[in-house]
């Protein structure tokens, strides 16, 4: 997925949350044109991979860049992005849903 970022990307970072890691991709990252007075954008491929944190896991993810980032990319062909109209469909449905619970 393509995304907008307010610094130069690195090649990956790992964000632990709880028992879980969440591994953050980025390749072909370009500097956005901006104003002399603007803070540089930078724009990239994002992929994400979200696994058991575990002792070692960014010294593996180093080590072996190439099989980890195919990984990522495999995981976003399997459960792409919900699309805006998506988004829009789900909150419109839970606002009926609550509406309907309200009104009891």
């Not at 002792?55 to 699309?83: C, F, H, R």
């Amino acid at each position: 997925m393509r995304t907008e970022l307010g610094e130069s990307p690195v090649a990956f970072k790992v964000d632990v949350i709880g028992s879980r890691a969440q591994i953050t991709f980025f390749e072909n990252a370009v500097q956005l044109p901006s104003a002399p007075d603007e803070q540089p954008r930078w724009e990239a491929d994002m992929y994400t991979l979200d696994v058991p944190n575990r002792p070692g896991l960014t010294a593996s993810v180093e080590s072996n860049y190439a099989v980890w980032m195919d990984m990522a990319k495999a995981q976003e062909e399997i459960l792409p992005p919900p699309t805006i109209e998506q988004r829009v469909d789900v909150v419109e449905e839970n606002l009926s849903l609550l509406a309907e619970v309200i009104a009891l």
